[in-house]
């Protein structure tokens, strides 16, 4: 089977594998929705705007709610199923097959980036449908990117993460003790401009701050360029990435906890 056949092969399974979970499902794509609508219908129709994007509370939600669909899709999804698979043996098992593991890689990685495109566009159409928000062919090119890049950053962080996850029991405490802190510090949950001064740079410090920046900006009515869109807040995202694919080949792990 050629290189491309193989990858499909695999992108498919994996792809399948996801939407076949009803959990993985209802928490990268229904928890959002919930979000959405349930913070919509608390915060939505004043007619105030937060001080840093200049959007209306409602249409803040949008973006916001895209970053945790982004967040939830990749690093979440990934670094809870490879700890299952890992300690049920799955891993072990793929590792004796003749499957490259830069096929495994990519294909899990694509498939997540897949999903988290689908959850931004159902988001956005939920958006643009409930919000009113602003749709151009320069903010979808620059939502597209961030998804694309973002998505991709978050699985080498998830795959990192699974080196520190000791077994399946502590894969869910673990993935929600990093990742909630951060979406409340990092203005997902709220403008972080309203957060103390010493919050903010803590948030500012992690990739999801900087994920949830670019969505704001691109969808920012002050948005200009042929993509709205800042690379600054991309880089760094892309950073962290590098980082956590770097980690990842140093430490990743094939074996249960108990095979050590």
Request: with cysteine; aromatic share 14%.
């Given at each position: ?54 959007l ?14 982004i ?66 062919g ?13 998505s ?19 894969a ?60 600054k ?28």
């Amino acid at each position: 089977m050629t290189g491309f056949r193989l990858f499909w092969h695999q992108f498919t399974f994996e792809w399948k594998m996801f939407w076949r979970n009803p959990a993985s499902v209802f928490f990268s794509v229904g928890l959002p929705l919930v979000f959405l609508f349930l913070l919509g219908a608390v915060f939505g129709g004043a007619e105030d705007k937060d001080p840093t994007y200049g959007l209306l509370t409602d249409q803040y939600l949008v973006p916001a709610i895209m970053t945790l669909g982004i967040v939830s899709a990749s690093f979440v999804n990934v670094a809870m199923t490879i700890v299952y698979q890992r300690e049920l043996g799955v891993l072990k098992r793929l590792r004796g097959t003749p499957l490259p593991t830069s096929i495994f890689v990519s294909a899990r990685t694509a498939s997540a980036v897949v999903n988290s495109g689908l959850i931004a566009l159902v988001i956005l159409f939920a958006g643009y449908v409930a919000y009113g928000i602003d749709i151009d062919g320069a903010r979808l090119l620059g939502t597209l990117i961030i998804v694309v890049v973002g998505s991709v950053s978050f699985c080498a962080l998830g795959f990192a993460l699974t080196i520190v996850i000791p077994n399946q029991a502590a894969a869910p405490a673990i993935t929600n003790m990093i990742t909630l802190p951060l979406y409340f510090i990092s203005g997902v949950f709220g403008d972080a401009a309203n957060l103390p001064t010493f919050l903010a740079t803590i948030g500012e410090f992690f990739p999801i701050y900087h994920l949830g920046a670019g969505l704001f900006e691109t969808f920012s009515p002050d948005a200009s360029g042929v993509i709205a869109l800042d690379p600054k807040n991309l880089a760094i995202v892309a950073a962290w990435g590098v980082a956590g694919l770097l980690v990842s080949f140093w430490k990743f792990r094939w074996e249960p906890q108990e095979s050590n």
